[in-house]
């Protein structure tokens, strides 16, 4: 088993280079299935979500190799259709992607059901909505959903009764190569929604609209290969501004579009932090105390729910009573009992957590329970005097690349280690 170690009470100082974002890779690495032809993507993060995605296009048949530090070439030219492997599709939710894209170049589809982070029901209802109106029919047994296309496919209009990301991208996917015109109404607006659709126009798809109201998506006969770049992870550079703000520090956050951070900084901003904005910067510094706060996580461009449990330690150390409500997920509130391990004073009533701040967090053993409940933890052990283990960090490795090597550098004093399953059972006892 590995840990990550926090020694934490050391203001963070110093500057810190954001990654590729993980959200955005992710559609793209599956929305080059839809392309016959060699793909090179950019500024991929080093994060496990994204090397799995990559072994399982390997599987299914896809040339994947090398080109450069964090790009690589993608070819799906002779990929085979419903061949995802079940154990590989499990560990990522981003593997329902696979339902719009073999949708859209084969006319159907048949992979496992995701996996991915557990934080609530996270149903699929929206992209069989979507899929049916396209002509699909949709049948799900077995722990695996197939969708076939008796009558053939064809451009719809879609309404989704709620914003979905990931219904928005599926449909995206299937859409591009699908005869016809297809509108959805009430997509979801976040940057990785804009950033697939900039993809895949750059492969030769007619879409418009990705970040409004509506996307209209033309089909097109085929799409060819491109060189693309993603873009900046902006829940990776939120989790290094409230980490400066946290630690009492100052941290300039380079490569960042500071127009996707604006819910962030405003809140932060509110607290009594100082959040000073540049082109592809953003420094944030903290040196007294904090105010407390509301938040309630939205659809972008509102506060996003994947910087809810991050925000929640920060408000720990806010002068004051302060909530968060949870506007997106039904749940996630897992994180609060291990916060509670440290000292915290966090009360939940249903989709809400009131937090009593002011007090200081000490040192635990806690674990992750998800992505970004993870690195809330390893926030919480950076305010912390005194040694904080955080175990399960597998889950926190889906989503950040090199948080360790990245916290060392802003003046952390931050390990993993490798515990044998003896030392925890001894422990244990």
């Known amino acids: 088993m590995e840990k990550i170690v926090v020694n934490g009470g050391t203001p963070l100082r110093g500057s810190v280079e954001i990654s590729g974002m993980k959200n955005a890779a992710l559609p793209i690495i599956y929305a080059s299935i839809l392309v016959q032809d060699k793909c090179v993507i950019e500024n991929l993060p080093n994060v496990s979500d994204v090397s799995n995605s990559l072994d399982l296009l390997r599987a299914m048949g896809a040339s994947i190799r090398s080109v450069g530090r964090n790009a690589v070439e993608i070819d799906c030219t002779d990929i085979r259709q419903g061949s995802a492997p079940y154990d590989l599709a499990r560990k990522m939710r981003a593997s329902y992607y696979l339902f719009g894209a073999e949708l859209g170049r084969f006319h159907t589809a048949h992979a496992p059901l995701p996996g991915g982070c557990d934080f609530g029901v996270r149903p699929i209802d929206q992209h069989i909505k979507g899929f049916e109106s396209l002509g699909a029919e949709v049948k799900i047994e077995n722990g695996c959903i197939d969708i076939n296309t008796p009558r053939g496919i064809c451009g719809a209009n879609i309404f989704f009764d709620v914003v979905s990301v990931g219904a928005t991208i599926n449909m ?20 990785h929604i804009v950033d697939l659709a900039n993809f895949l126009n750059t492969c030769g798809a007619q879409i418009r609209g990705a970040g409004t109201d509506m996307i209209k998506i033309r089909g097109v006969d085929h799409l060819h290969g491109c060189h693309y770049a993603i873009i900046p992870d902006m829940i ?32 932060l901003q509110e607290m009594g932090a100082t959040v000073v904005e540049d082109d592809d910067f953003v420094i944030v510094s903290s040196a007294g105390s904090l105010c407390r706060t509301n938040i309630k996580t939205l659809p972008y461009p509102g506060f996003p729910t994947d910087m809810h449990p991050q925000m929640s330690v920060l408000l720990c150390a806010a002068n004051g009573v302060s909530t968060v409500t949870e506007g997106v997920f039904e749940t996630r509130f897992r994180y609060v009992d291990e916060l509670r391990r440290m000292g915290a004073s966090i009360k939940v009533n249903g989709r809400t957590a009131i937090i009593q701040g002011g007090g200081k967090l000490s040192p635990a053993p806690v674990r992750a329970v998800d992505l970004r409940a993870g690195v809330a933890l390893v926030i919480a052990g950076l305010m912390t005097e ?20 990245k916290l060392r550098n802003l003046g952390a004093n931050i390990r993993k280690v490798y515990v044998s399953d003896a030392e925890e059972l001894k422990k244990a006892n």
Do not use: C, F, W
């Open 386 to 405: 005194g040694e904080t283990e955080i175990s399960d960090i597998q889950l926190i490795e889906r989503g950040y690349d090199d948080i360790i090597g």
């Open 236 to 267: 990776e550079a939120g989790t290094y501004m409230i980490a400066a703000a946290a630690t009492s520090g100052t941290v300039r956050i380079n490569n960042v579009i500071p127009k996707h951070l604006e819910s962030i900084t405003a809140k």
């Open 172 to 191: 995206m996917l299937a859409a591009a190569l699908t005869p016809g015109l297809t509108t959805i109404d009430n997509p979801a607006k976040e940057p």
